[in-house]
């Protein structure tokens, strides 16, 4: 008997995805997860540490840290996912070959946007080592980092829905609201 994998991918866009990239995919959730996180404590820690007089200026970096971070692994995560960076409206509209060129069209904005993402995010990632983040005198690029890393990631996970797109057909839009999301009460938040 195998053993079932896990796998965070709806069963409607399994034909858009590779299996491959499916731990990427969770281990970009973990990370989103730790940044929200961390995000929300470094907050809290903040806003107590400056209420009793007592302030932890590193708590403003950690929080930016955790914020950009946050930010743009989530826009990659969300890319794979479908759930952002998706003009869906009209494209779920047609059928047949306006369905396939609107989605084309669609998903080669998204990539022309991650490539710029990719190319001007590593110049601001060179960039960066000119500047230093207070107190810790950590060059910015730390921040902007994130920026190409994500742009890459949207890049991959673009190319992989347009070649499985036009080798195995984009979703038809659904008769009912929720087989697109994998049944009645399993709508994401």
């Given at each position: 008997m195998s053993q079932p994998t896990l796998s965070l991918v709806l069963p409607a866009q399994r034909h858009l995805k590779w299996p491959a990239l499916d731990p990427l995919e969770q281990v970009l959730m973990v990370l989103c997860g730790i940044a929200i996180t961390g995000f929300s404590i470094t907050v809290m820690c903040d806003i107590l540490t400056r209420t009793i007089g007592h302030p932890w200026l590193w708590l403003q970096e950690a929080t930016m840290t955790f914020f950009v971070y946050g930010i743009f692994l989530g826009t990659a995560t969300a890319t794979r996912r479908n759930d952002h960076l998706y003009l869906a409206i009209i494209a779920e509209s047609f059928t047949g070959t306006p369905r396939m060129v609107l989605e084309t069209i669609s998903r080669a904005v998204v990539l022309i946007v991650a490539l710029c993402m990719v190319y001007y995010g590593y110049l601001n990632f060179l960039d960066g080592f000119h500047s230093l983040r207070m107190p810790s005198m950590t060059p910015m690029s730390s921040?902007?980092?994130?920026?190409?890393?994500?742009?890459?990631?949207?890049?991959?996970?673009?190319?992989?829905?347009?070649?499985?797109?036009?080798?195995?057909?984009?979703?038809?839009?659904?008769?009912?609201?929720?087989?697109?999301?994998?049944?009645p009460g399993s709508y994401p938040l």
């Open positions: 921040y902007y980092a994130a920026i190409p890393i994500s742009g890459a990631l949207v890049a991959l996970f673009t190319v992989e829905q347009l070649v499985n797109g036009w080798k195995h057909g984009f979703p038809e839009p659904p008769d009912h609201p929720e087989q697109a999301h994998g049944g």
